[in-house]
Nanobody, 120 residues
Framework: QVQLVESGGGLVQAGGSLSLSCTAS????????MGWYRQAPGKQRELVAT???????NYADSAKGRFTISRDNAKNTVYLQMNSLKAEDTAVYYC??????????????WGQGTQVTVSS
C-alpha cells in the first residue's frame, strides 16, 4: 500500500559526509511527520532527526550541528545530510513517515534501512 525506499548509505571515512534520501510511494493522500532513525549492532533503534510538513525540525543531541534533515513535499521525499561523520555514527539508518492513506487512516511506515559505515 505504502512503501518507503531509502538510498545513499555506504562506507565513508571519519570526517566525511554522506547524504541519505527516502521516498514514499503508494496510496498517499498526505504525509505528516517524517524522520530518520538508526540502529547500531546490539543497540536499540534511536531517533536521529524529524521534520514536520511545515519543516519544523528536531534533532538528537548527537546529530545537532552535523546532520541536516530536509524534505520535498511534492516528491514525498525526506533527506538527511550527514557531515563530520564519526565511527559511532555507524548504524542502519531507517526513515519513517506518518502517512494518510484515507480520511480515516493515518499510519506510520518504515523504510527497509540503509547501512552507513564510518571507518576510523
Amino acid at each position: 500500500q505504502v512503501q518507503l525506499v531509502e538510498s545513499g548509505g555506504g562506507l565513508v571515512q571519519a570526517g566525511g559526509s554522506l547524504s541519505l534520501s527516502c521516498t514514499a510511494s503508494g496510496s498517499i493522500l498526505g504525509i505528516g511527520l517524517m524522520g530518520w532513525y538508526r540502529q547500531a549492532p546490539g543497540k536499540q533503534r534511536e531517533l536521529v532527526a524529524t521534520i514536520t510538513r511545515g519543516r519544523n525540525t528536531n534533532y538528537a543531541d548527537s546529530a545537532k550541528g552535523r546532520f541536516t534533515i530536509s524534505r520535498d513535499n511534492a516528491k514525498n521525499t525526506v533527506y538527511l545530510q550527514m557531515n563530520s561523520l564519526k565511527a559511532e555514527d555507524t548504524a542502519v539508518y531507517y526513515c519513517k513517515a506518518s502517512v494518510t492513506t484515507s480520511v480515516y487512516a493515518v499510519n506510520d511506515y518504515w523504510g527497509q534501512g540503509t547501512q552507513v559505515t564510518v571507518s576510523s
